[in-house]
């Protein structure tokens, strides 16, 4: 049981968690986080590099190899974002029998599949407010808020405000009815700004087991601390 500052510096609310002896206290804005020099810290970074300068933490890029991170097997580029690696290893360390789903719905909505043998790559499509903000380009179009829910209304809009919510509504749905018919997937981990929304949604398309965990990118990074100290790294 380890005190640990794990930082998720993401693309939109980079934050800090702050554990101690194990468990998850708090979770911080990163601009409002006071450092402990004391306590040792670590980050998934894929948010601008600048917020981390002058911030000593353990870098786990070295642990990332052509075709592993650390006890992981890894079947993506080496260009695959730390956050959906870090996550993914979380979940590869549960070992469910199966395959899982990993959908972190931040900026932009990361969908990952990971089984027994190791992390095995995913789609990336843009988030929910990241598609709500591409109307923006229009000019006569507004930029609205995500939405509270993802319930569609299938009458055919009449307004403006009802044809971009429902447009974005009937894509986001789209994917992951497709991916859920295309995959025997076991379970499902959600995380990240949006998660809630897929919650909801997946309470009718998907019978197995659903997880929740808006903070599971602070504890992937607590976990991954644990094995280093474990294994001396
Ligand atoms: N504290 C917050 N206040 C307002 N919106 C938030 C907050 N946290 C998350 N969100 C919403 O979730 C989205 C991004 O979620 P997040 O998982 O923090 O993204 P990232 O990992 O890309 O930084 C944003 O587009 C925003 O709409
Ligand atoms: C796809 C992402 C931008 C998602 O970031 P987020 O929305 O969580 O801020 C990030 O995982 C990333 O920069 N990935 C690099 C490309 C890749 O994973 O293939």
Known sequence: MYNLQS??????????????KGELKSVTPLAQFQFDQQID??????????????????????YR???????MPVDYEMTLGEDRLHQAYYIF??????????????????VDFIDESGMKGGYI???????LNSYSRGDKLPSLASADNFTID??????????????????????????????????????????????KALEDLFKGNVIFEKNLIHFSLYEIYLYLKNNNI
Do not use: C
């Open 93 to 110: 360390k549960k070992a469910h029998p199966g395959l899982s789903l990993l959908i972190d719905a931040g900026t932009f909505t990361t």
């Open 7 to 20: 930082i998720d510096n993401g693309n939109s609310h980079p934050h800090v968690g702050l554990f101690e």
């Open 41 to 62: 810290a670590i980050a998934s970074s894929v948010g601008p590099s600048k917020n981390l300068q002058s911030i000593s933490y353990i870098d786990l890029r070295p």
């Open 65 to 71: 190899k052509e075709e592993s991170f650390l006890d």
């Open 154 to 199: 299938f009458d055919i809009p009449h307004s403006t405000n009802a044809a971009i919510e429902n447009a974005m509504k009937i894509s986001q749905l789209s994917w992951l009815e497709k991916i859920l018919s295309s995959h025997p997937i076991e379970q499902i981990y959600l995380s990240g700004g949006h998660g809630s929304l897929f919650s």
């Open 125 to 131: 499509f843009p988030g929910v407010q990241t598609f």
